[in-house]
């Protein structure tokens, strides 16, 4: 095996493959002769099928099969060995064409193009500048924050008559224009109608002022115009909906309004536990706490934004760029030629980021756990039973979840990656010159405008 690098560049080379015949042939003979005890060919014994026959009819693709794997082997320990440092992967060489005979030739050439990565000799200092911004709490927030809670917290109560907002409980008949029950027609109880979400008024208003034991004839497909909604709510497939009258009886059994929570102690005692907050003032703090929390969220992820920004314009790394957009194209099936040339900017900065990460993490010789990655699976999936609306998930399911994350090779690596990247940020953090900025919430947000 004869392995020749060329570099063109300092971001790009050409790697040259020979493979001669002592290379492969006894790759390839081993194979045979397995394939020889295996075959099963009329006429001879299992194991007594001669050699000849079964070069004739394996000797090509086995031939094709023990070469490439030789190549990828031989190109993997060539980078491995000598500490060679590349972008994307190695890609046929595309200014030759490499015709390879197998049916003829035993010896073969091949070439490779590579996106060499470009060395770093950079180091994080207190001379580095990056900005925080920390998110002012002002009185509209914690207003609309408390607002949201004692609507979370509100319930639906019995009312006399309906207005205009009011949920309406009860059965849903299909009825003829007379208003007579259809014989064999839907028929749907403990239905529940919202009045708010009736789009047509003329509809809306046949409720207005009704009561328990009210009857209402009103035109279901007016009043609900949205085939999966109505479908929904007459509890039949959507393909039916078009073909439906609109027709219906209410009879109505109850009517509801949503009442939002009146702030209190019962309240208080329902977000925060029992006797955790006992009054105004204590309840407006921790509204106040749990906003701040939040935009400290917000705020360190924007410090990783910028701390990224500042690192990448600090370090100022040249690319293999054709070699990069060539790659791209030529491992996604979905991005053209055309659509590389025109957002190749979007990948330049990840492929820059990616180099300083690397260089960075090695550099202060920052590692990441398994118990650190898995605390990182565990909020992953406590999140994920939050999204259901499942807050309170004991320790035991979090962490049993988390391990069967864990257990399939491409989530491990991103959880551990994940964490490698808080690190890094974290200590980025402890050593440049922090400069920290008061916003309103309103001009935090332009900042992802720009």
Not at 34 to 54: E, L, N, Q, T
Request: charged share 40%.
């Amino acid at each position: 095996m004869n392995i020749s690098q060329e570099n063109i560049d300092k971001l790009n080379a050409v790697l040259n493959v020979k493979v001669e015949q002592v290379d492969y042939e006894e790759r390839v003979n081993d194979v045979l002769k397995d394939y020889r005890r295996k075959a099963r060919v009329d006429g001879f014994r299992p194991g007594k099928v001669p050699m000849g026959i079964i070069r004739k009819m394996y000797f090509t693709p086995v031939l094709v099969d023990e070469v490439n794997k030789l190549v990828s082997e031989s190109l993997f320990n060539h980078l491995k060995d000598n500490d060679v440092k590349i972008l994307g992967e190695p890609l046929p060489h595309k200014d030759e064409d490499q015709r390879v005979d197998f049916e003829k030739d035993t010896e073969f050439e091949f070439k490779f193009d590579l996106g060499l990565a470009p060395a770093l000799d950079m180091e994080v200092t207190p001379k580095d500048k990056v900005p925080y911004y920390k998110i002012k709490v002002d009185k509209k927030q914690k207003d609309e924050h408390k607002d949201s809670l004692i609507q979370r917290y509100g319930e639906f109560k019995s009312v006399e008559k309906a207005g205009n907002d009011e949920l309406i409980k009860g059965l849903l008949v299909k009825v003829d224009k007379e208003g007579a029950e259809v014989e064999n027609g839907i028929r749907v109880e403990n239905v529940s109608m919202s009045l708010e979400m009736m789009k047509d008024e003329d509809q809306k208003i046949l409720f207005s002022g009704t009561k328990r034991g009210d009857e209402v004839v009103f035109d279901v497909k007016k009043a609900f115009p949205n085939d999966a909604e109505l479908a929904s709510l007459l509890r039949v497939d959507k393909e039916e909906i078009p073909l439906l009258e609109g027709t219906f009886k209410c009879v109505i059994d109850e009517v509801m309004k949503f009442e939002k929570a009146e702030p209190g102690q019962e309240l208080f005692d329902k977000i925060y536990g029992e006797g955790e907050v006992k009054s105004d003032e204590e309840f407006m703090q921790r509204v106040s706490d749990e906003i701040a929390q939040n935009y400290k969220q917000e705020s360190e992820y924007r410090f990783m934004v910028d701390s990224r920004e500042a690192m990448i314009k600090k370090a100022k790394i040249d690319l293999p760029v054709e070699f990069l957009k060539r790659w791209i194209v030529e491992t996604n099936e979905k991005i053209t030629d055309e659509q590389i040339q025109e957002d190749f900017e979007k990948y330049e900065d990840d492929f820059r980021w990616q180099l300083i990460k690397e260089h960075l993490l090695k550099q202060q010789e920052i590692k990441v756990t398994e118990e650190e990655a898995l605390e990182v699976a565990k909020g992953m999936a406590l999140n994920q039973y939050m999204q259901y609306g499942i807050a309170n998930v004991p320790e035991d399911y979090l962490e049993n979840y988390a391990k069967e994350m864990m257990s399939k090779p491409e989530e491990s690596r991103k959880f551990y990656e994940q964490k490698a990247e808080e690190k890094l940020i974290a200590y980025i953090k402890s050593i440049v010159k922090v400069d920290e900025k008061e916003v309103s919430s309103e001009k935090f947000r332009k900042l992802y405008e720009k």
